[in-house]
């Protein structure tokens, strides 16, 4: 009798591994032809929108039954603190500056 030994499923992920807090993601699995991933769905493509630093992992199904599992951290920013400082209160005909900061660019 001739025993057939199936290779494991190479899974992998692939999307967006950094976002800022508030923002969405979308976690796409390959190398399998059936998905679970743990957080409980079961299709290959996933968008989550953690408020922290999470780890998502996936388990693949071939055809073969066999089964191989990979994970992916999405890090989580968060939002930057702006703040604008300069004279509020001016007379009519006078300017101020006003400063922002908080951020590295500035709309």
Known sequence: MTVTVNPLPTP???GDN?????ESTTLIAAGGSTYVWSN????ATIT?????????SVTTTDANGCQGSTSMTVTVNPLP???ITGDNIICNGESTTL???GGSTYV
């Open 81 to 83: 603190t702006p703040s």
């Open 40 to 43: 409980g769905a079961t299709t």
């Open 12 to 14: 992998s992920i692939t």
């Open 18 to 22: 950094v976002i800022c807090n508030g």
């Open 99 to 101: 400063t922002a900061a």
């Open 48 to 56: 989550v929108n953690p408020s922290a630093t999470t780890t998502y």
